[in-house]
């Protein structure tokens, strides 16, 4: 029986077996391809498309695939997204060449060699008090121009009916946007010297955040599958902070973050977090989060797929996986291959997996590895060719 490519997606998320393991590749920053590899793949197969970027924002850096080469790739998925406010975007758009990106937060880019860019430009970088973070100016979520998009795309992917609708509102994640207004450095640091400060600045971004998450879900309705949220917690080799300090600070946030998510939908909440979480996903299946992204294969225990799974595959669905480190800029496409194969077989069976790059896939993978991913998942996660 044929099934359509967002059937496979929610019987995979639903714990049950489709007729191939799902590709979960193209609508995010974590989820997405650098603008080099797009157009490499592009030029391989001979696909005209322009160079758009991901929420119209090319210091990003993220292409925004266009539907041949996403059909190309094999993805059972396709985006909806956010936008910085219009005026914002137009502002970017006039400012002199190189000069700094800045978003509506205040933080924003620098340029650091031609067309390259990192977020270097942090507003509350010296900011230590309470009395400080008030005094800057947060920005206007209830500017309409930011999700004015939303709901017609959101319905037009639904009346089609064909691909799983992923939700990606940009960075509204509570740690992340911290890093983003003091630099990581620095607020790991307050977190450590400055508590009260850095936890209030925490609630403070939350409850901004809260503010266009309820729009955008408002405009969405009932017309999509997977909100995709996140915050980076962990390193090569352990945490950013104790376990201690994450139960006591960020996961009060993160539970109301994901309280407030799952009282406005039902759609399933996948949580992205790079780095070795292993000691933090108890409390990720405690606070609800549905699907686990991008499962850092190269960072410490998440490494160990065969304890993920055997701990908790009945617990949570698996995202991501294909190492983007070492096997996809480095490898070669039989190797690629048969590491695909190697992580299908030990998270595939039984459903509850979907295949995805760890992170986006960057400037150093060869376009012909990416299609080998994508063509092996065709090849090797077919439950035709599995006694699962």
Known sequence: MTITPRERVLMAIDHEVPDRVPILLGVSNATGIKMKPYQAIKEMLGIEAPDNYLYDWPELGTAAVDEETMLRLHSDVRGVLDLEPAQVMDRNRNRPPHDDYIDSWGSGASEIKPGQWFPMVHPLAGATTIEEMEAHAWPDMDDPTRVAHVAEQAQRLADENQYAIVATPWLLFPLERAFAMQGMDTFLMNMALYPEFAEALLWKLQNVCKQLMGRFLEALGPNVDIIKIGDDLGTQESLLMSPDMYRNVLKPIHADWIEFIKARTDAKLLFHTDGDVFPLIDEFVEMGIDILNPIQTSAGQMSDLEALRDRYGTKMVF????????????????EIRAEVRRVIDILGPG????VSSVHTVMDDVPAENVLAMVDAVEEYGSTSTKSW
């Open 351 to 354: 459903g509850g997996y979907m």
């Open 319 to 334: 995202c991501g996986a294909i190492d983007t480190q070492r096997i996809l800029p480095n490898g070669t496409p039989a």
